[in-house]
């Protein structure tokens, strides 16, 4: 239950270690030639492009209007691994733009729900779900042991912290963005071509609009994450990105795709200066654990809807969870393996085993933080 080592408690919740032994393929089954043929047959693939596809082992960040047709792609596609990671559970807005959901995963962790649906889609696929919040305290351990990280997040400073592990460790980078008609994409290899923070060096989550003031058109989401996987497959398959030093734009309203070159800057984190400095998790001076408290989008009719992430990957107890929300008169409305949602009088409460929490219907960030101290137990 202790704060602590991030791998350590990752591995205890996937039940399994996270850099476990890569086993490699060196040949197709008749099946797999049969179910990817139609790839084989492209040049730019081929059998050898299949079997690395094969071998690849992709994470992929957000399961949301982004991962989840990213997910749905490289899982028919057959990459061999894919580490799904998000920290939220499916919403009712979500469903007309998420196709990895449908009405019966409304309340489920995503990646939970997700995970069994990849499964059904292609069970061959090594599917490992991650119910974690990414931030600068977890990003190292998200991003371990993977080939390739592709970008489905909605929040800047967690952008940021991705990039920057990926940065640190080496690992090529596929960011993608879109909102209302429009969607952006670039292909970040550390070391080569610029970063997030060389091109967009100084955004800010407040300064951002969102999906649920500005919408967002799913069909920009599919051009989008159809470009990003494009990118992942290529860098997979060992040919050069399209999008090095190139941030796409698309806009919907005319079906206009135009590139800007971007350049590396030579002061980013990304050319060595501060690089392998690492925000590890934080404890006050009473020792107690810090958390963020963020306000997301509205929910469920506008109501102020809160994430509360520590700073670090906890284990939760579910069940003690559970007691005390039920003592404090809540209703179970989900529950998995990862997370836990509770309603009471139009007040929503999903928490994570990793400790991330989303809080729908009170007043304040006080509040919020009040109701996750009264229902979770965290041990020191
Ligand atoms: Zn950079």
Request: one cysteine or more.
């Amino acid at each position: 239950m202790a704060m602590g080592n991030g791998v350590k408690e990752m591995e205890e919740q996937m039940g399994r270690e996270v850099s476990r032994e890569r086993r490699k393929v060196t040949e197709l089954s008749e099946d797999e030639v049969e179910r990817y043929s139609r790839q084989i047959m492209l040049d730019s693939i081929g059998y050898e492009g299949q079997l690395r596809l094969r071998n690849a082992r992709v994470c992929i960040t957000g399961a949301g209007g982004l991962g989840s047709p990213i997910a749905m792609q490289l899982t028919a596609m057959g990459v061999g691994y894919i580490r799904l990671v998000d920290r939220d559970v499916v919403e009712l807005s979500n469903l007309h733009r998420q196709m990895l959901y449908t009405d019966a995963d409304i309340g489920k962790v995503k990646v939970e729900a997700a995970a069994s649906r990849l499964k059904a889609i292609n069970p061959s696929v090594d599917v490992e779900p991650l119910a974690v919040s990414i931030n600068e305290g977890t990003a190292d351990d998200v991003v371990k042991g993977c080939d390739l990280v592709i970008d489905g997040l909605d929040s800047i400073d967690a952008r940021y912290a991705l990039n920057d592990a990926c940065v640190r460790a080496g690992i090529p980078y596929v960011y993608g963005g879109a909102l209302g008609m429009l969607g952006s994409a670039c292909t970040v290899l550390p070391g080569r071509s610029a970063c997030i923070r060389c091109i967009f060096p100084e955004l800010s989550d407040d300064e951002m609009p969102t999906c649920s003031i500005e919408g967002v058109h799913p069909s920009i989401l599919y051009m989008v994450s159809a470009v990003q996987v494009s990118e992942a497959v290529r860098i997979i398959t060992g040919q050069e990105p399209v999008l090095l030093n190139k941030l796409l734009y698309i806009d919907l309203n005319d079906l206009s795709f135009s590139t800007i070159d971007v350049s590396r800057n030579e002061h980013c984190i990304c050319n060595g200066i501060n690089r392998g400095k690492r925000v590890v998790a934080t404890t006050t001076a009473s020792g107690s654990i810090v958390f963020k408290v963020e306000e997301l989008c509205g929910r469920d009719m506008g109501k102020r809807t809160f994430s509360i992430t520590p700073k670090g990957i906890l284990a939760i107890d579910l069940d003690a969870v559970a007691r005390k929300a039920s003592s404090l008169g809540f209703k179970e409305k989900s529950r998995g393996e990862m997370g836990i949602t509770l309603v009471s009088d139009g007040r929503s409460f999903s928490v994570l085993r990793s400790g991330a929490a989303v809080v729908v219907g009170v007043e304040s960030e006080d509040a919020a933080l009040n109701l996750y101290n009264a229902m979770v137990e965290v041990k020191q």
